[in-house]
């Protein structure tokens, strides 16, 4: 019987030691964040966002070459999908950023738009 009390007890331990872990690892980008976009058309533009996270939503701003707008979306673990809708010569489109974290002050992704435009590469760091 003491065998298994053991047993059980180094399995809690573990399984609180491997939760503490994983939380450690999680990633919070809220705040200020500058972004240098290259667009496949030869484009650029360097707007800055504002994120809010709360746990795996995205709240925020952004601020650049297209105006300002509301930004929604998620984040997990290091990967975050963000996006703002945006009217152009009356026709409303999406801008959708795929995100890659790779440090608390540095992520890296794509850009695409809806309606068929151009898609890029961007890289961001937190201010």
């Known amino acids: 019987m003491k065998k298994l009390w053991l047993i059980v007890l180094i ?17 919070n980008i809220s705040g200020t964040w ?11 533009g360097d ?17 650049g070459p297209l105006g300002q707008y509301s930004v929604t979306g998620s984040i997990k673990d290091k990967k975050a999908e963000f996006g703002f809708e945006f009217t152009n010569d009356g026709e409303t489109h999406k801008a959708a950023y ?3 974290i790779e440090s608390s002050t540095k992520m890296t992704g794509t850009l695409s738009f809806s309606g068929g435009g151009p898609s890029g590469k961007w890289t961001a760091t937190k201010k």
Request: charged share 20%; hydrophobic share 45%.
């Open 11 to 27: 399995a809690a331990i573990i399984g609180a030691t491997v939760s503490a872990a994983q939380k450690a690892d999680a990633v």
């Open 98 to 100: 795929v995100a890659t």
């Open 34 to 44: 500058q972004f240098s976009v290259d667009l496949d058309n030869g484009g650029h």
């Open 47 to 63: 707007p800055t966002f504002v994120f809010k996270q709360d746990k795996e939503a995205l709240t925020g701003s952004y601020d």
